[in-house]
């Protein structure tokens, strides 16, 4: 049996810089995909026009068959006037990281009202914002990694009842509620799904270092809240991979002072995984809008490039992900469900 899906896109993905992103960047296409909306948490962030663009042009220089499209990290660097160059130059969105939630989120934002003019110009010249939804760990308020998403709910609401006009995307969404306020709000505002999240559980990361990201994957209703909206067809939920890949080392670490990495890798197997676990819970017939159709019509970004082939073993045959991950010079990467088979493989 053969699938073919038109140009699929990521709308979420991590590029990251140097050595590492030679490795990772011809994943994308290795993993069937187009188009990759690269994320800006590198060291240090990219928080000017001027740096996406050389940004990109060096993803390019490394991959030049996928269409890369830029964001901002939001910071009080980004200014009304640095808006209006952005949306000049082509960059698509600008990115909110709260302070101290994930890998290099330390110049994150403390207050959403203090963007409030860069916001107003962002609707104005329709660049999208996204929203990494969950608010810092506090102890005092009984905040933790497990309610910090329904936490950030309320600002979400804030935002677009402030700003109606403004393109939002909520980004990896994980709770029955996120998919609730999602549907509870207009047009405007969309949310990406990571394929990890359609398949893991609180119980699959606690103890599990490879499949541990932020936000970490929530309960069973939780995750079946996710694959029924992805089996609804619902046009404003679409994938946004979060592949986000880490060292070895800074994964699966042997000191008792060193914390664990927060990411999980998928970019070299993504469609065929998308496909493999949309199968396995009845959402195959989904495949094109999720990984395509639906979030290409949300970011405006028309079909470029020649369809993908995607091909199911046939009696029964599968195809394994690689046990040892993916090595360029000194770096590698280990991809989710490492040395696992899965149905699906793209087509050469
Ligand atoms: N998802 C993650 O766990 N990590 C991401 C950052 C992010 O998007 O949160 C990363 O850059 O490693």
Request: proline fraction near 7%.
């Amino acid at each position: 049996m053969d699938l073919s899906i038109t140009h699929p896109a990521d709308f979420h993905v991590h590029l990251r810089q140097g050595a590492l992103s030679e490795l990772v960047t011809p994943h994308v296409r290795k993993g069937g995909f187009c188009t990759a909306y690269v994320m800006p948490n590198l060291k240090p962030p990219i928080t000017t026009t001027d740096q996406a663009l050389v940004y990109k042009a060096t993803l390019e220089a490394i991959e030049p068959n996928v269409q890369f499209l830029m964001t901002l990290y939001l910071s009080p660097e980004l200014t009304p006037d640095e808006i209006r160059k952005a949306k000049n130059a082509g960059i698509v969105g600008v990115k909110s990281y709260p302070r101290g939630v994930t890998t290099n989120s330390d110049g994150g934002i403390e207050s959403y009202e203090t963007y409030y003019p860069v916001f107003e110009v962002m609707q104005e010249v329709d660049l999208v914002l996204n929203l990494h939804g969950e608010i810092p760990s506090d102890s005092v308020h009984n905040i933790h990694i497990l309610n910090a998403e329904p936490s950030f709910l309320p600002h979400l609401h804030k935002i677009h009842s402030t700003f109606p006009r403004l393109r939002i995307v909520l980004e990896h969404a994980t709770t029955r509620a996120a998919i609730e306020a999602i549907k509870a709000c207009g047009d405007t505002v969309a949310c990406t799904i990571t394929v990890h999240h359609l398949e893991l559980t609180v119980d699959d990361w606690a103890g599990q270092s490879w499949n541990f990201c932020k936000p970490v994957a929530k309960y069973p209703d939780d995750r079946q809240a996710l694959r029924d909206i992805v089996k609804e067809g619902h046009p404003r939920f679409f994938l946004g991979s979060d592949s986000a890949p880490h060292p070895p080392r800074n994964k699966s670490t042997s000191t008792p002072s060193c914390g664990c990495a927060a990411g999980i890798y998928t970019s070299p197997i993504l469609l065929p995984l998308t496909a493999h676990i949309l199968e396995s819970f009845g959402a195959l017939d989904r495949l094109e809008g999720f990984v395509g159709t639906f979030g290409r019509d949300f970011y405006k970004i028309p079909a470029i490039g020649s369809k993908v082939v995607l091909k199911r073993g046939v009696n029964g045959a599968t195809f394994s992900i690689p046990e040892g991950g993916y090595t360029l010079k000194d770096e590698s990467v280990v991809p989710f469900w490492a040395g696992k088979q899965i149905n699906w493989t793209i087509s050469k």
